[in-house]
């Protein structure tokens, strides 16, 4: 049987600007890691077609131990009240090699 | 009469078709890394092209060239603040992110510029190159303090919620000067044109082909993914209200009437420079200012910033602004 | 602490031919946002290799409150007996921000 | 001997490459987006290639060769339905699909053909290249009547099935033709041929290095991506059957037969311009068709069509097709 | 009234040069189909920047029935058994159209 | 002198720009393909050229090229692997993947070179670019033998540990030498070269404006990413540590210097098609041999032999390496 352990994660969609600020606060928070995927759009702050430097999104994926989390969320909002457009949302998952997501990021 | 000689320049009917293919609602689309590889494409080339000349350049025209394109980089946007203001349609923050894109210059409207001049057999000077270089980090820099002069003003009258954003202001205004600096396209533009000052004239030779060559192929390529992308956002500018959409064509005559005057007055140059010039004031950006607005002033609509750059202003300027500038420029600098 | 808000995030992975179709349903059932990725895939309707303008797919998320969600369902539903095919499926999340999937597109 | 020389030109020999790769399972990969690059750029040279011929055009041969296009355009699909439900090995809705994609026209297939003809030294008529244009959009109405009416006889056979069907068919009628007039690339090809035809000579002419010098180059790019795609297409041939494999090998020599006749008979054309119309019959549309066979018959099993005109169809007339068209052509109008 | 099922999702995401790879497990463990993003990021392995061939991740999608996925995960923990570098994570979905995803792939 | 006019070359130049762009943190960032389209040019484009030469070479003089390619590309990743191990900083494993790359070439830093070559008129023999396709798979194999036989050490050491490990390298091994064989680049690299060899040459001619007159844009392109990239990683190399680094330097110069010897001793080139040979032994692969190390030896960790082979010795090369083989060849063969 293989231990599925649960952890959260933690999904961010916003405009691909933000993304060496977002990959510094996962960084920062003690993230094991982070995935990207480039990705467009539409919501309160119009079209993102994805079709030139200035309106293609990014979607973050962060998996982190819910300790973490509280952490992350809090800079998120803080981003969010400076008037950045986020959608933050969190999952549920189960995870196959649990340990993986302890150990911080080394670089 | 030249306004309909430049409708039948190919990289303006490139626009037109994406334009058009929008408006019936084609489902034409170029795949989304394409018009990055062709601005890469158009930055390094016209950066090269303008390092060779630079490198043969007189220094006092030169100087001269940087300084009045820094001054139109500051001044600009000022008056682009005001009018916007004046409309009573939008905030100070979205007018100053607004304002920041009429500062700068559309490498695209130039070169289409280049493209109207060459098929009229004008010459122009090589200036305006080393001018479009420059525009750019001043106007983003004059946005970012216009945006903070806006952000306490803001503060006095609602303390309650301006105070964190004042906070933030400052604390990142250091990084976001040498964003404005260091952002991705000045340091292409401006590293290319090194490179073209600097390197062996011979192996510059061997460059020849890729960058002057198969060069129209690509402006005309290029502008056919700004006309689709124009076109979708021309359908925006109902959202967008019409005192905006005027100050979207205003605002490029007076850029241009601007431009015109400084490329013939203060520098001296002749219909084709003083053209361009005209065109350098009267372009908004649409590469460098944009992601500086988003990352800076998060609190304005960058729908406004966007449509009106690209929807309304670039449009305007590739049909029928050229022939104006030019028209403009062989009133003035023609009759010397 | 953070008021993470249960919602609904719908995915849909399909062929990027119905972007326009889905994209569509979306606006008028009312989202207040879209997003979209590129993506390939197998499935019954054979491979979609991704690399030719006709055999990619996209993936679509929507989050929406539970009772805009039923009727996306619907439409979706729909397609899906006229023969496209269609890989749906509604997830649980908590979203950080409630209030914005509140408000539709006014594009 | 002439099919062998075809194997010696570069472009057939990168579709090689890339069939070859495949075959033996190297992870010999294009980014998603090259493909599509290459297309682009490849519709907008053949397209502006075609509006410079067109605007030095003879009106009544151009009249006479758009007629038979669009003959050709909704002929061809019929006759392949009627072969397809023969084979009893598919329903009447993906005969349709597949069907359609028979009477449009391969654009890399065509361009092989054109460098074949060139390596060979073999002139050609122009009148082929707006033929090209005009043969997507009548392909896929025919194919989207043949699906109704399908969609009508099995409503007869199984009614309680069939009512759903016949309804979606009505509703979006409408916006199924406009789509088979405003597709991407009928739009792209229809578009840069208008620009060939008004730009100013002058200008065009710069546009050569891009639109000439490279081109051969490109194709040989594209093909390669396109043999690694058939490679991975035709490994699907097992499952789509010997009946139908054997369609997509008959069908493009009868549509290849029915192009020479039209070409020699119908329009006069020399050897060249008479091969090109016989592989305008030949040839399966793999850009324009899908997307609406997909969108329009969804009951159709894509890799049905897709293995057909990809995998099957595609490598024939490439490496076979077009020497036996040439053969065709020089028997009928090389007697002349 | 949408009949949704609850099926198990398996997120699996790695350097791209694992591909061929994980979709022959996933065809073997006989899943309806498959889908792939492409991604970039960063973990244990260091970053995968996205611009290189070399340094690439791929994010796989698999809905498969719970039974089928046990089997999915034996061969992804062998994988990481042997030092290939995997984040692996199983979310609860609910499908709309059920069915499919009981009919293993043909080709 | 030599080293300082390299400096001037516009694709070192380039090189140095993405650098820089990078160690000032600015966001200049290509599109993820844009690196992968530039590469499937040149390496078609070499391989053209390698085939066009390959059909007019001498078969004594080409047979004994390929034997030493082979030599190199067999021997070198051992001296590697022992200095590795000598470091004591990396394990076996690691030490096995970081030499394959050194044993394998870079085609970027082989172009650099001719451009070097050429902007300095210095003639060359047209055989280096065969033996630049022989390489990568010779180097795969090895890595792959010298990671195997560490797996027997280590389960010997640690006998529970290793049991699985040594299956598993079994298991693939027939899948990895496959692998090693059909890898995309190689195959991409040695077809293009059959198909220069094989192709009408009046067909090939047609190919000269794509894959000659553009090839120095698109190299400049490619090293400006290469140089973004180079950035990235050089900041890795405190965490890889000064021993690794040292190695990363030492390396190509023990590489260069073995290269530059059989260059001239063993294959009697010129001064020029020496300092080829000297760069084929300098440089590391960035291409073929990382995903063959990351699918065949996933216990090692990339980041090692990224920042070794894109951070540490590309810049070296490109920069200092090639000037100095450059002189290296001029001492012994230019004595001749
Ligand atoms: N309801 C939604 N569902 C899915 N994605 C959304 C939604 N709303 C916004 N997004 C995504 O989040 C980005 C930023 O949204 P916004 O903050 O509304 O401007 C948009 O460009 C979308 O890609
Ligand atoms: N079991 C599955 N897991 C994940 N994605 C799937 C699955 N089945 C189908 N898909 C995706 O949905 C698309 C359409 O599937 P289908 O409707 O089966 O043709 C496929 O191309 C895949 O990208
Ligand atoms: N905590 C995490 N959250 C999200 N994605 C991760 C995480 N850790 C690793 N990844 C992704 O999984 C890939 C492989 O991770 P690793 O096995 O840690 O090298 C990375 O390149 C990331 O894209
Ligand atoms: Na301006
Ligand atoms: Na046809
Ligand atoms: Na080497």
């Known amino acids: 049987m293989h231990r599925l352990v649960p952890e959260k994660l933690v999904t961010v969609i916003t405009t691909d600007v933000l993304e060496q600020r977002l990959v510094a606060l996962v960084r920062r928070r003690g993230a094991s890691g982070y995935t990207l995927l480039r990705a467009r759009g539409a919501g309160s702050d119009g079209l993102q077609s994805g079709n030139l430097e200035i309106d293609t999104n990014l979607l973050l994926k962060v998996i982190l131990p819910p300790d973490r989390m509280s952490g992350l969320l809090d800079d998120l909002n803080a981003l969010i009240g400076q008037g950045y457009h986020l959608t933050v949302f969190v999952s549920d998952v189960a995870v196959l090699n649990h340990e993986k997501f302890e150990r911080p990021m080394t670089t | ?336």
Chains 1, 3, 5 share one sequence.
């Open chain 2, 1 to 336: 009469m030249s306004a309909f000689s430049n409708l039948l320049i190919p990289a303006v009917l490139f626009f037109a078709l994406g334009f058009v293919a929008r408006l019936i609602k084609s489902d034409l689309r170029f795949p989304p890394d394409l018009a990055k590889i062709l601005s890469i494409y158009l930055l390094v080339s016209i950066g090269l092209h303008g390092g060779v000349e630079l490198a043969k350049a007189d220094l006092g025209e030169a100087v001269a060239a940087v300084v009045w394109a820094l001054l139109l980089g500051l001044l600009l946007p000022i008056i682009g603040f005001g009018l916007l203001l004046a409309t009573r349609r939008v905030g100070p923050l979205d007018a100053a992110a607004i304002a920041a894109h009429y500062g700068s210059v559309s490498a695209g409207t130039f070169l289409t510029a280049i493209a109207f001049l060459g098929s009229q057999g004008i010459e122009y000077e090589r200036y305006p190159l080393i001018m479009l270089a420059i525009m750019e980090s001043p106007a983003i820099v004059v946005g970012l303090l216009l945006a903070s002069w806006s952000r306490g003003r803001i503060a006095k009258t609602a303390p309650e919620r301006g105070t964190p954003r004042a906070d933030h202001g400052n604390g990142h205004l250091g990084d976001i000067l040498r964003e404005a600096f260091t952002n991705g396209s000045v340091v292409l533009l401006i590293g290319s044109m090194l490179i073209g000052a600097i390197a062996n004239p011979k192996a510059m030779e061997s460059l020849h082909p890729f960058t002057t060559d198969i060069f129209m192929g690509m402006l005309c390529l290029f502008l056919l993914e700004m006309g689709l992308e124009a076109g979708r956002r021309f359908a925006d500018f109902r959202r967008v209200g019409w005192a905006l959409v005027t100050f979207g064509l205003a605002m490029p005559l007076i850029g241009g009437a601007i431009g015109v005057l400084v490329g013939d007055l203060m520098l001296g140059f002749s219909v084709g420079g003083t053209t361009l010039v005209g065109v350098l004031g009267a372009s908004a950006s649409y590469i460098a200012v944009p992601p500086a607005m988003r990352l800076a002033v998060p609190e304005a609509n960058p729908s406004f910033y966007l449509t009106l750059s690209l929807g309304v202003t670039f449009p305007f300027n590739v049909v029928v602004g050229i022939p104006i500038y030019h028209q403009l420029a062989q009133m003035l600098a023609g009759g010397a």
